[in-house]
């Protein structure tokens, strides 16, 4: 964060320091934090009220915070700190004027926001999946005086929300990935997740840019809603690939393309969706001017990251795919198409363990049964659905259907051979990343029977 008082936070923000004078002088020269636990040397704690429990209640210690009443510590005391830490950041970018990329998308938004990070050396970008209303701004507090270049990652909760980010940070190039049916429950229908995700375009001045994936009919209707030129990847995009292969852990090769030129890539994370993703990520690089052959070379050095397609290896050779993080449709396809084409260069079966998806609505039956027809498609040859509303994957792939994690992992205990190969794919919320830690550990002595096979 750039170096600021409290009295200038004060003023940007609306709000009054508590305490005696001297506490205006205090100078903030560290990021922005929520957690207590992690304080940030020369940070800002913000400090929120939750249903549960009260930050303001943890601030002693800290070197100053942003909250709704005094504090033990130096403070700066405003009506709302989540609108305060909104006008804080909007007013640093408006001080250090980095330019600033932004994307958002049904999926893919975390994978192609690190592509793009690396895409671009020194930019600071959102860390992990931060893109709300505070993770948007945080991310902006982390700007230096000489950073130059801000990536974000931006998420809609509602119609209207993509548009208050953009007040914080105004995209100069902007990119919508794709319009699925992640959190339809929440919004209604795709018809206004379209609506909500357009909304990041529509920010962009006519000296910016908009990125979308041609390949998406919802995302190319955009195009009218913005002033900015566009440009669009994909497999009919002027940033597209060619000649893709996979390696036995589903890493996939392709050659990157744009204006008649072509880059090799070799990606080091799992699943071909991530060849979509790259290119969207290469998309928005080279809108600025970074040439083909760097923003190839960039890409094929971002690693795995974790809880995401991750391949584990158990000691006994077990290969397990840990996408824990989160789950929705569109993700379940990319992950089950990714462990089909890592089960053809193995010997064993293909498992595929699935959480409940959430904020379906009422599309959650029919989505869960989708999600069963697709492992039948892709001829998985075990299923195990978890949680009550994930019923109807196991029983149209012909699989097991089991209460909870724990069920589970003795089942999984039982049925597992080290030549398998196991997706373990779910949302945080639904605990499946500490299964996958204790499958990991669990290292069966008992011999393979005779005659198991495929």
């Known amino acids: 964060m750039i170096p600021m008082t409290l009295g200038e936070i004060a003023l940007t923000c609306g709000g009054e320091v508590q305490g005696n004078l001297g506490r205006r002088t205090v100078q903030v020269t560290g990021g922005a934090y929520l957690d207590s636990r992690n304080p940030v040397p020369g940070g800002l704690f913000v400090a929120l009220q939750g249903a549960e429990s009260d930050g303001h209640d943890y601030a002693a210690g800290a070197h100053a915070v942003l ?7 130096p403070t700066v005391v405003v009506p709302d700190p989540v609108v305060a830490l909104a006008l804080l950041a909007r007013r640093v970018v408006q001080r250090v004027r980095p330019r600033v990329f932004a994307l958002t998308g049904s999926h893919g938004k975390t994978g192609t926001k690190d592509f793009l990070a690396a895409a671009l050396p020194g930019a600071v970008a959102t860390a992990g999946n931060r893109n709300n209303e505070l993770g948007v701004p945080l991310t902006c507090l982390g700007v230096s005086a000489t950073t130059d270049q801000l990536v974000l990652e931006m998420g809609a909760r509602a119609v209207g929300h993509l548009s208050w980010l953009t007040t914080i940070a105004p995209p ?15 919004f209604g229908s795709t ?6 995700k357009g ?9 910016g840019v908009a990125v979308l994936n041609g390949d998406d009919p919802r995302v190319m209707s955009m195009a009218p809603r913005t002033v900015a030129p566009v440009t669009t990847f994909g497999r009919r995009g002027e940033v597209t690939w060619r000649r893709t292969t996979m390696d036995d ?9 744009y204006q008649g030129r072509w880059a090799p890539v070799r990606l080091l994370r799992s699943g071909e969706h991530q060849v979509r993703n790259a290119a969207a990520a290469a998309a928005m690089a080279l809108a600025v001017g970074e040439a083909l052959e760097d923003v190839a070379e960039r890409l094929s050095q971002v690693g795995p990251t974790a809880h995401r397609l991750q391949p584990r290896t158990r000691a006994d050779g077990l290969l397990v795919l840990d996408d824990t993080y989160n789950s929705n449709p569109d993700a379940v396809m990319a992950a089950l198409s990714c462990l089909e084409r890592i089960g053809r ?12 998806m959430h904020e379906l609505g009422s599309h959650a039956a029919e989505s869960h049964r989708q999600i069963g027809a697709l492992a039948r ?10 949680g009550p509303g994930a ?9 097991e259907h089991l209460p909870d994690p724990e069920a589970a992992l003795q089942w999984l205990r039982s049925n597992l051979e080290p030549e398998d190969v196991v997706l373990v794919k779910g949302a945080r919320a639904g605990a499946l990343d500490e299964l996958v830690e204790s499958l990991l550990e669990f290292v069966p002595s008992r011999p393979r029977p005779v005659g198991a096979a495929r």
Do not use: Y
């Not at 498609?377 to 978890?386: G, P």
């Not at 019923?391 to 699989?399: F, K, L, M, Q, V």
């Open 67 to 73: 909250g709704s009443r005094p504090t033990d510590a």
């Open 172 to 186: 100069d190039v902007a990119s919508v990935l794709n319009v699925g049916s992640a959190h339809v429950g929440r």
């Open 191 to 196: 018809k206004l997740i379209a609506q909500a």
């Open 199 to 207: 909304e990041l375009i529509e920010s962009l001045g006519a000296d």
């Open 249 to 257: 852990l589903g890493r996939p090769a392709f050659e990157l393309g």
């Open 345 to 356: 260069g193995r010997s064993g079966r293909t498992v595929a363990v699935l959480g409940e």
């Open 377 to 386: 498609i892709f001829d998985i040859d075990r299923v195990v659905a978890i």
């Open 391 to 399: 019923g109807p994957t196991a029983r149209e792939a012909g699989g």
